[in-house]
């Protein structure tokens, strides 16, 4: 009748053998130390696309990690920077001489093996490893650019959040990039706001890396252990695992459950309602993913840094939840919040819920989905956010 | 090489009836309304032990729902008042005439047929469902006042978050109430501050109750149905699950982890360490419930109010986190922050991660939980908290 208190101590054994077998509840690391690395036939050499504040803060992570380990990396990374004038003087000028990115990351010293180059094309020369970390909507020229730049062996990771959806479904970001490069392709994301990782506060963070058929064999291509050993430090915890398309899922769709989250927010509700909102996020996002990317692992939504770690972050500042707390406080449309609140960018949530409407709408799917469709026609339909609760429950509320 | 974009919406059907019959992914309610309910042989009484403001805030709950469910419920709701005066009048006075509990929850307008009781042994009288809704240290005294008082087809569910440690091993409350008064114990568990749902701002919970094995039967006896029908408002959304275990493990070391989350907030390392440590918390969790508790189900961490949701809400308010900020500003022990913030009450996480830590150390399991380990070490031994994240990584840092 009840779960007996005696006793336990005699199975614990057993249990944590069984445990420790079962990898759903495991938290093991499986990466070891790259001092059990072996030495590259040649070293690898590291190039970073984007030079924004995120894009620098990786560039620096990265550069620092490159010169600890020559064995492993060539200890110059070049990072593309779209050319600007500050004050009449050129950014990588600005950035090569004083090791610092004065417009998108100031106060923060930058190794002086990060060398800023304004060319492309010449950035990419000789580079075994791509990291993007772009807008969103600059991969197209971009990748457009460097077509015929790239050999087939040459290794990606990239740092934008997300896919794409489009009339024949949704794309993966670095599906996208292998696709259009043919070049295989990560993605790394995780709790991870960028001045602090760049101030070097503890975090942590997911690279995701689906090792291709055509691998070189250890020592000679890019896995796991070299993917550490590039992206870890002491003050920004890595993981690497397979499963990109789940990491890149709860990236995007993170973003509508923030924009719930700062409905009830803004209503005043509390952190009750804000809790709620999360949960029923997290579970659509798994379902989301478990739908249209089966090969996607559950433990990845709730156990890595890009999952649920990633959504509490989200959840707990930044644009969406601001966009969404100044509609319902001030019963204004999306479109005039941003404009107030953002200065001309945008909140990626409302891109992002419109693109999942569309797409559920064409696989008439909507209903298995009531946050996100919820959050949507907030958005767009001016349905009342106080309607919230009522459209999540599946209209089985106690009749009173 | 790639996920391929095209061809998605062909697998959609298959895949969406696929994932339906996958429970894990599954968020659908399994509860009708009440509506479908067949009328009770008799409707039950329903007492609620305790009258704090979580004690009378479920109380107001329950007594909204017998009122409006004659069928299914006496309309008259006894709840248990610890009898203390009040400028010289009773407390439960004051609750029967002014219908507000002055003390514990003012402002909050109460029920009619909701009816305060000085009397332990007279409000159980003729009940069927008692709701134990006390702080975790009275539990043994009333337990023992209620013995012999307690039919054996009496029903409980205990709101009281958690379980003991002794050198017997892991015991939860609820199974507690089982074994001292042989009477079938479920929980509720859910991210529930309790004044927000007492000014009826939308919440979720968690109901977790086993069927026992002497079940009388639909209409009979109480099931999920009518566990749904006793809790759930249009405020508060309830879902009523087997897992009792999985809901008692997560809402006691929700708040050791809190802890961890006060330390990093403390330390000034913002929201992605905070995140961090709530990741490295749940799969603890998980982990935890695994072990000792192996009929419990990893969904209920990470689908249920109970779980994740309840984590979040802790974490980022309450007790525990504000004892453990003002140990990381100011240096001083946890016992200090304590007397100083809490005017003589106690943070539920210093005494749950000596309890672990204890059970742990007896198993020699600590090096499983990097995480309540460390959360221990700090409290207890004067470990730097900046050794923190190293504490939880294992030992498997870039040399560098």
Known sequence: MSNSAAGR?????????????????????????TTSLQALEHPFKVTVIGSGNWGTTIAKVVAENTALNPHLFVSRVDMWVFEEKIDGKNLTEIINEQHENVKYLPDIKLPENLVANPNLIDSVKGADILIFNIPHQFLPRIVSNLKNHVGPHVRAISCLKGFEVGKKGVQLLSSYVTDELGIQCGALSGANLAPEVAKEHWSETTVAYHIPKDFRGEGKDVDHKLLKALF???YFHVNVIEDVAGISIAGALKNVVALGCGFVEGLGWGNNAAAAIQRVGLGEIIKFGQMFFPESRVQTYYQESAGVADLITTCSGGRNVRVAKHMAKTGKSALDAEKELLNGQSAQGIITCKEVHEWLETCEMTHEFPLFEAVYQIVYNNVPMKNLPDMIEELECIAD
Do not use: A, F, G
Not at 11 to 32: A, C, F, G, V
């Open 232 to 234: 870890h430090r002491p």
């Open 9 to 33: 101590l005699n199975q614990t054994s057993h249990i944590l053998n069984e445990s420790i077998k079962n990898d759903d509840i495991s938290l093991r690391r499986s990466q070891p130390s």
